[in-house]
């Protein structure tokens, strides 16, 4: 009795050792494992690591596997990558490019090896095979139209730029022209690149303080980073009271200003939706399943008011 129950027990483990192998290799419904290849402009952004985190989060879910590259702002390196997700054979690739012009080879890369590839949240002059993000001329227009309100269509108005030639830059930048066009009372004082970044973006704010001084009346900062960078430079100089900051993307740091009062206003830019949506979107093409080619997911205002309603 005891020899056979020890080999029960035995059969037992191996069975069930065998069916945690086949778990881990497989997608979550029994179907053949698929592998993305992802390369993201730059993980030191908050945003694009909130996108990498709901992509991750839907892996998981989907039982897809994920190699995740950081392309730390760079174009070059970002078609390396894609180069070496070819030589792996990974099922579909995600994009998340560096900029319009320079990661296009990286898409074009793709297509020829016969790899299907998703640019997601920015664009890429190079069409993909499918593209999940927001309008960022959007984005701009709601921040600038919510500029406009508040100043009664009068005033002076600074606009911190994105990193210069990436499709967030160029398209928040088109729209917040097209707002300034309408309303002539507002004029346009400076507008310069700070890179998306908060160190930047404060030591650009403190220069147009030195610069513009009482004229200015709102900034439009093209993300949340350089947001609160310009909030602190005008907190430093003892002026925000006087001046309207908003900016773009609802990162933890600026809806808790919003909800604290300090920062007017965010807009919301859905990572989670459009994280999750790329990987949904890349195990449809990768299983030859009907797909929508383009996915666009709404910005949001976000103010005191309805800060605690976004996620």
């Known amino acids: 009795m005891k020899k056979i129950s020890f080999k029960l027990i035995v059969g037992m483990l191996a069975i069930a050792a065998l069916g945690g192998c086949g778990r881990r290799g497989q997608a979550a419904d029994g179907g053949k494992q698929v592998v993305v290849g992802v390369s993201l402009l730059n993980l030191s952004s908050e945003f694009i690591v909130m996108l990498n985190e709901a992509m991750e989060a839907k892996a998981g879910e989907l039982g897809v596997k994920l190699i995740v590259n950081d392309a730390q702002r760079s174009a070059e390196r970002q078609i390396q990558q894609v180069e070496g997700f070819i030589a792996q054979r990974v099922d579909v690739i995600i994009l998340n490019p560096c900029e319009v012009d320079a990661s296009s080879p ?20 190079a069409v993909p095979t499918a593209f999940v993000g927001s309008r960022d001329e959007e984005s701009a ?120 009062g300090r920062l007017d206003a965010t807009v919301f830019q859905d990572a989670r939706g459009q994280g999750g949506t790329a990987v949904e979107l890349a195990v449809k093409i990768a299983r030859k399943e009907p797909y929508e080619k383009e996915t666009f997911i709404p910005f949001k205002l976000v103010t005191k008011d309805n800060a605690g309603e976004v996620r």
């Open 141 to 260: 227009r709601i921040a600038m139209e919510y500029i406009a309100q508040r100043l009664d269509g009068r005033g002076g108005v600074v606009m911190m730029q994105g990193f210069m030639g990436q499709a967030a830059q160029l398209k928040r930048d088109e729209g917040a022209r097209e707002v300034l066009a309408k309303h002539p009372g507002l004029t346009l004082l400076a507008c310069q690149t700070a890179e998306w970044d908060r160190a930047k973006a404060m030591s650009l704010m403190e220069n147009w303080i030195q610069s513009h001084g009482a004229g200015i009346k709102a900034v439009f900062a093209q993300n949340d980073e350089m947001g609160m960078g310009a909030l602190l430079a005008l907190e430093r100089a003892k002026l925000k009271d006087q001046v309207v900051v908003t900016s773009v993307d609802a990162i933890a740091d600026a809806l808790q200003a919003v909800k604290d």
């Open 106 to 125: 990286a898409v074009d890369k793709a297509l020829a090896a016969g790899i299907p590839i998703i640019n997601l949240n920015s664009e890429t002059k």
